[in-house]
């Protein structure tokens, strides 16, 4: 039943493993091999870790190539939005590799299909797959259509890549040419654990609140409100 899913995936995403084996390995979950001590193939952790890397020089590059007039803050700016957890569980949804994981059986029973986590380690184990099984240029292309596909470039156009924060003073500073304001309107909880309360100002009027342990986590959360008002 196995090799008959992992051969539909594999039709799917135009990529034939000569080593089963190693197409296999990716769905190894570490719950699974407590329940099956002697399972001929180890866990996919070593191949989270090495699609990671390919990852990071995938995204690299694309950017290099495509967005020479970017700054290497920008690089690592929408390195990080590109690659977080939940895009690479979103793209693993998408090919439902949930499907193909061997888990233990509680882990089963507790979702552990469409766990976040899960999910994205064995995306990026499937990328180190492509890479140990074919080469560096087919991992390439397959980031580029299944993970990439849209998303970077409206990441790229959109400055999504950019903190709330940021991206609210460009918004605000291109359509009526001021900054915002932020001010700590309260202040809750003992020394080492404050809670901060803040407000976001524009033109004198409130746009958002935001709550957080630190002036700047708050601050964040108000700038995101805010631009969602501004949408």
């Known amino acids: 039943m196995i090799v008959k899913n992992l051969s539909l995936l594999e039709k799917k995403i135009g990529i034939s493993f000569e080593d089963k084996n190693i197409l296999q390995n990716v769905f190894i979950h570490r719950s699974y091999l407590n329940e099956h001590k002697q399972f001929f193939l180890p866990s996919n ?3 989270e870790f090495l699609g990671d890397s390919v990852l990071s020089l995938v995204t690299s590059m ?11 803050g920008d690089y690592t700016e929408i390195k990080a939005a590109i690659v ?22 509680g882990q089963d029973k507790e979702g552990g299909r469409k766990n976040t986590n899960i999910l994205a380690d064995c995306f990026e184990a499937l990328i180190a797959g492509i890479f140990l ?11 580029l259509k ?3 596909s849209e998303r970077l470039d409206a990441i790229v156009k959109n400055k999504l890549y950019l903190s709330p924060k940021s991206r609210l003073q460009e918004v605000t500073q291109s359509k009526i040419k001021l900054t915002p304001l932020y001010k700590v309107i309260d202040e809750s909880g003992p020394e080492h654990n404050r809670v901060f309360k803040i407000a976001v100002y524009i033109k004198g009027r409130i746009y958002g609140y935001g709550t957080g342990k630190s002036k700047k986590e708050a601050e ?3 700038a995101k409100k805010a631009l969602e008002k501004m949408v």
């Open 45 to 47: 952790e070593k191949m």
């Open 62 to 72: 694309y950017l290099f190539k495509h967005y020479a007039e970017l700054k290497e």
């Open 84 to 105: 977080r957890t939940e895009s690479l569980a979103e793209a693993a949804k998408l090919l439902k590799l949930g499907d193909y994981l061997y888990l233990s059986k």
């Open 133 to 143: 099984d074919s080469n560096f240029e087919t991992a390439y292309r397959f980031v």
């Open 146 to 148: 299944f993970l990439f």
């Open 220 to 222: 964040e959360q108000a």
